[in-house]
Every structure is written in structure tokens, then in C-alpha cells.
T-cell receptor, first 113, second 115 residues
Framework: GNSVTQMEGPVTLSEEAFLTINCTYT??????LFWYVQYPGEGLQLLLKATKADDKGSNKGFEATYRKETTSFHLEKGSVQVSDSAVYFCALSGSTNAGKSTFGDGTTLTVKP | EAGVAQSPRYKIIEKRQSVAFWCNPISGHATLYWYQQILGQGPKLLIQFQNNGVVDDSQLPKDRFSAERLKGVDSTLKIQPAKLEDSAVYLC?????????????FGPGTRLTVL
């Protein structure tokens, strides 16, 4: 079946540092890939997505590129802020099986001033 | 635009009791999902509806969990009887369609504690 593996956390960075959170996946067909974010005390919300190979999703300074050859969708940001402190989830929705979703276990990011 | 609504937000029950959760998706969203999120883990899909039909319930423990979506809008998830390992946050999400590229919109979740 489909699976998503995320870089284990927690991750602690200083403000303005570069962020990478690794995500790799296993899936049949051509899934869509997502990053969701959960800020403290809030619900899950979409951060960015990519629906086909070589697509780049971007939002709020975050980027991730759909790499089919390496089955990866790593999240990056050039300069993190304290307000980026949250839990980040990588997820995929399958192109088969009615778009069934699979989530990674999440990576907790803490940014210190 | 109103988001996905869930109630209750918190529930504490004794093991072997029953509990029900309610979800109202975003208006016009045909697809509705129920997830279980255990502390420290990602959401696990329990059941997925398209309108009022079940698309996938392969990970739903059917001996104790049940779900329905009345008239293709609101949905309820029930656990009867509850076990200690059912302690988790139960998330409801909705999306416009079934295909993989649709964004899911999540509700705030119901935190269930089974004692």
C-alpha cells in the first residue's frame, strides 16, 4: 500500500535559518503530494501541494518540488520565523483507489528568536 | 465561507461506553473523510464518503466503529463499545471531489479520552 516517511523531529532552528524537512513516499501510479501544517491550538490546514512530477508547490515562502525519480517532496524555506513554529505533515492522495490519503507522522518545528 | 464544523470538541468516557461525533462539511463538498489521529502520529483515514456512499472503509474497525452520512451532508461517527486504545483526536475533513489533487479542509477535531 501507499506510505509516507517524514524526517523525524523535533527540529529546532534559530530565526532566519534555512529549513529542510524531508519527505519520501511509496505509491502506485501518480499520486498528488501535499504539505499540511498545524499551528499550536489550530486545525490542520493546507500549506502547499503538487499534483504531477516536477511541479513545485509554494506558499508563505515555503517550497517543495515533486521528484518522481527520487519519490520525494522535501519542504524548504530559506529564512524561518518564530511564527513558523508548528507541526508539518507530508501527505499523498493516490491516483487510484478513489484518491485515498496517507499522512506521515509529522515533524515538529520550533523556531527560536 | 464557513469551515468544517465538528462537535463535541472534547469527550471523556469510560471504556465499554459508547460515543458519537458529528461533522458538518463545507457546503458543496461532495467528499467527506473521518480520520483518527493518535498522539505523535499522523492522521489515519478511517472512512471516506462520496456524497452519501462509502468509498473506502478499509481501515475502519467495523466491530466497534460505524459511520453514516445522511443525505450526503452531515456525518456521524460512532464507537461502541470504546476501548482504551481509541483515545485520540478524531478529525473530519471535506473536499470538493474524489480525485487525488483536491485539497482537504479539516475541522478542529474531537479529542476523545477513554478511561
Amino acid at each position: 500500500g501507499n506510505s509516507v516517511t517524514q524526517m523525524e523531529g523535533p527540529v529546532t532552528l534559530s530565526e532566519e535559518a534555512f529549513l529542510t524537512i524531508n519527505c519520501t513516499y511509496t505509491a502506485t501510479g501518480y499520486p498528488s503530494l501535499f504539505w499540511y501544517v498545524q499551528y499550536p491550538g489550530e486545525g490542520l490546514q493546507l500549506l502547499l501541494k503538487a499534483t504531477k512530477a516536477d511541479d513545485k508547490g509554494s506558499n508563505k515562502g515555503f517550497e517543495a518540488t515533486y521528484r518522481k525519480e527520487t519519490t520525494s517532496f522535501h519542504l524548504e524555506k530559506g529564512s524561518v520565523q518564530v511564527s513558523d513554529s508548528a507541526v508539518y505533515f507530508c501527505a499523498l492522495s493516490g491516483s487510484t483507489n478513489a484518491g485515498k490519503s496517507t499522512f506521515g507522522d509529522g515533524t515538529t518545528l520550533t523556531v527560536k528568536p | 465561507e464557513a469551515g468544517v464544523a465538528q462537535s463535541p470538541r472534547y469527550k471523556i468516557i469510560e471504556k465499554r461506553q459508547s460515543v458519537a461525533f458529528w461533522c458538518n462539511p463545507i457546503s458543496g463538498h461532495a467528499t467527506l473523510y473521518w480520520y483518527q489521529q493518535i498522539l505523535g502520529q499522523g492522521p489515519k483515514l478511517l472512512i471516506q464518503f462520496q456524497n452519501n456512499g462509502v468509498v473506502d472503509d478499509s481501515q475502519l474497525p467495523k466491530d466497534r466503529f460505524s459511520a453514516e452520512r445522511l443525505k450526503g451532508v452531515d456525518s456521524t461517527l460512532k464507537i461502541q463499545p470504546a476501548k482504551l486504545e481509541d483515545s485520540a483526536v478524531y478529525l473530519c475533513a471535506s473536499s470538493l471531489g474524489l480525485a487525488g489533487g483536491y485539497t482537504q479542509y479539516f475541522g478542529p477535531g474531537t479529542r476523545l479520552t477513554v478511561l
